[in-house]
């Protein structure tokens, strides 16, 4: 007998599962856990889960769990085991430190497709396994169809999903571009446009920004930069993602007063600015609540936030301080080579429409930040929507929250009906808050909240995370240890494997406590018009009304849940193996990629591995979780990542880079408050 074993990666938010052959054991030891039997090893940084914790087996075509005689235990459901054996069902849900496992039991003879379990799982992790490469086991995950479209940025259904590029395009189908080292004469030989200068920036979002926004201030001229991108601002994505999941322009973002993408010192923060212009506009009270938020956040006041608008205008105005037009070079960014002479040629087409005007850029240093590739969207989800090709544009019933979806809001609005959602995190609670405004203009509307399991806060050491009513509460997505006190030291500090234990430990889906929206869940349970349920979902079909009908399986048995719409709110692909410019670039040069399948960097952020004489490539961003930053997709966690690898180049005495320290930071600094140029 088999048994599929399904947890949530806790850092990309991604169901993962695996099947494994009966008996299991289960513990955070390899080397503790009994031969013979298939072993399932939980990483645990704070010693929650024992050495030898549990073992699953089966008597008699029955399965049971037991517990060990662990030092905290195992919960099946609800109920503690200590030493015990219990008989256990499809459905059931087994609780050992920070991990919930769902159970499915596989019988002999079933048609269930095996899975080997592969030991550089991001869950089930061999912990002999610390950094890997494409050259010996990459285990690619299974590829998004909502995509942004790498050639326009525009966010996209595709109906076949692909990373690989064909040979026969640009520049593949160039025969030296096959090498690991270019010579210069074949690029000239080639007689595409070549241009050469010394930094370039591939991607142009908030990653790019923040990098070209220090070396700026850190002496390098405008005509010694190029940004390759088919955004026109560098927030253009970000922005589009805000409003799909019902954020506009007015409303407040998850982010602190200090993280400021325009000012790399952090002063004055959002906070004292809005105080600043409240206290000119005679708003005095408003102007206290705001300072009153930072001192007493996050106990007595709900943390600050800044207005996305606010975000965005003072990127705009610090974008023209550093002359951001000038560098940017439009265009979509193909493939990346090293070079016999020690630099690094770029591939790009500035216009996608027209596939004939390609060319190549040369650089001595180069910084990746390309952001998330695409939308998650779960296998069920993915299952309904090839089984129901007609849904397209507004007729769709099932959507996931970053992808354009306010029709349902206006249906809802004159018809009513019932919405199932799932995901706890914080699209999850804007669209909830979208829905609550909904329901002022029609009260026939109902909520279904769809999770996998109950959620109790995730455990550190001493500290655990607050629930209410579902939902698990944090400021941020990451402690804010991480941004800059112990944790991150603590991080920095560790190899791969422990680092994976951390951000496991840290890690998890949460949303910012807000008084006035837990208000709101409080008022829907009271009424009625909002209730959470359980299960694992199975499958997805269209019920008789034209609505979805979803099927679950829970510890209580097989459920089935009627509702109008689904919208998913489980996050945003993460993978860089799904973008095609990374997938070529990784795979081509055989990359190590960390426990979590991301980049392995340094810890001033170079992917050393593609070193190239003095030349060097830095990373930032999501593409680098998993590395010696846990917040790497924050914008002071992108400003953090810029400012590391900008010293490594003052360091390495790169052209034009100086040091940000001392008289020189502050003589900056006034430039930056003056509004003039570095």
């Not at 001595?364 to 998650?376: M, S």
Request: hydrophobic residues 35%; charged residues 25%; contains cysteine.
């Amino acid at each position: 007998m088999q048994i599929k074993l399904i947890s949530q990666n806790q850092l990309t938010e991604e169901q993962e599962e695996q099947i494994f052959t009966l008996p299991v054991a289960i513990g955070r030891d390899i080397s503790q856990l009994p031969q013979g039997m298939s072993p399932v090893v939980l990483l645990d940084s704070s010693k929650q889960v024992s050495r030898f914790h549990a073992e699953i087996t089966s008597d008699n075509n029955q399965v049971y769990l037991q517990d060990k005689k662990s030092a905290n235990g195992t919960k099946l459901n609800d109920e503690k085991l200590r030493g015990e054996r219990r008989p256990l069902n499809n459905g059931d849900r087994v609780t050992i430190g920070n991990y919930t496992i769902t159970v499915l039991l596989i019988p002999d003879g079933s048609t269930e497709p095996t899975v080997v379990a592969e030991s550089t799982s991001t869950i089930f992790l061999n912990p002999q396994s610390e950094v890997t490469t494409t050259s010996t086991s990459i285990v690619e995950s299974s590829q998004s169809s909502i995509i942004f479209n790498p050639n326009t940025g525009i966010l996209e259904q595709q109906l076949t999903p692909t990373t690989s590029t064909p040979s026969s395009e640009f520049p593949h189908n160039l025969d030296f571009w096959h090498g690991k080292r270019i010579s210069l004469e074949a690029i000239d030989r080639s007689r595409f446009t070549v241009r050469e200068t010394e930094y370039v920036a591939c991607g142009g979002g908030m990653g790019s920004f923040a990098w070209v926004d220090m070396l700026r201030i850190a002496g390098v001229r405008t005509e010694n930069i190029q940004v390759l991108s088919i955004q026109n601002k560098p927030y253009e994505r970000y922005e589009t993602l805000l409003r799909n999941c019902q954020i506009p322009e007015y409303k407040r973002i998850r982010s602190g007063s200090d993280s400021c993408p325009d000012n790399i010192w952090g002063w004055p923060g959002y906070a004292l600015r809005d105080a600043w212009r409240a206290l000119f506009s005679g708003q005095v009270g408003a102007a206290l609540g705001f300072l009153w938020q930072v001192f007493a956040e996050p106990i007595h006041a709900d943390t600050y936030t800044p207005r996305a608008k606010d975000v965005f205008e003072s990127m705009d105005r610090e974008a023209q301080r550093i002359g951001w037009k000038k560098m940017l070079e439009p265009g979509s960014i193909l493939s990346l080579r090293q070079t016999e002479d020690g630099r690094y040629c770029i591939a790009y087409c500035p216009d996608p429409q027209n596939n004939r005007d390609t060319r190549f850029v040369i650089a001595q240093y180069v910084h990746l930040c390309t952001g998330y590739p695409g939308i998650k969207l779960l296998p069920d989800l993915e299952k309904y929507r090839q089984d129901y090709p007609e849904e397209i544009g507004d007729a769709r019933t099932v959507v996931q929250g970053y992808e354009p979806h306010d029709h349902i809001y206006e249906k809802l609005e004159k018809q009513g009906g019932t919405i199932v959602l799932r995901g706890s995190g914080i699209v999850a609670s804007q669209v909830l808050d979208r829905l609550y405004k909904a329901r002022q203009v029609n009260a026939n509307i109902k909520v279904i909240h769809l999770n996998r399991e109950p959620r109790k806060g995730n455990e550190f050491d001493r500290a655990q995370r607050y629930v209410e009513n579902d939902w698990e509460f944090q400021p941020y997505n990451w402690p804010k240890g991480t941004w800059g006190g112990d944790l991150r030291r603590m991080l920095e500090a560790a190899d791969p494997l422990r680092r994976r234990e951390l951000l496991q430990d840290w890690g998890g889906t949460t949303t910012a406590s807000r008084k006035q929206w837990r208000q709101i869940i409080k008022e829907g349970k009271k009424q009625g018009w909002y209730t959470i349920t359980y299960g694992l979902v199975t499958q997805l079909e269209r019920n008789p009304r034209g609505g979805v009908m979803t099927h679950l399986v829970s510890s209580e048995g097989l459920k089935e849940v009627s509702a109008d719409f689904v919208i998913d709110c489980t996050g945003l692909v993460s993978d860089p193996l799904q973008s095609p410019f990374l997938h070529d670039l990784i795979t081509h040069y055989e990359l190590e990629l960390n426990p979590q399948k991301r980049f392995h960097v340094e810890n001033n952020f170079e992917i050393k591995k593609l070193r190239n004489q003095s030349s060097r490539i830095y990373a930032a961003g999501i593409i680098t979780l998993g590395g010696p930053y846990a917040p790497v997709d924050t914008f002071l966690g992108l400003q953090y990542c810029a400012h590391r690898s900008v010293e490594a180049l003052a360091a390495a005495k790169a052209p034009g880079v100086r040091y940000i320290e001392g008289i020189y930071s502050l003589w900056q600094w006034l430039k930056w408050a003056l509004n003039n140029k570095p």
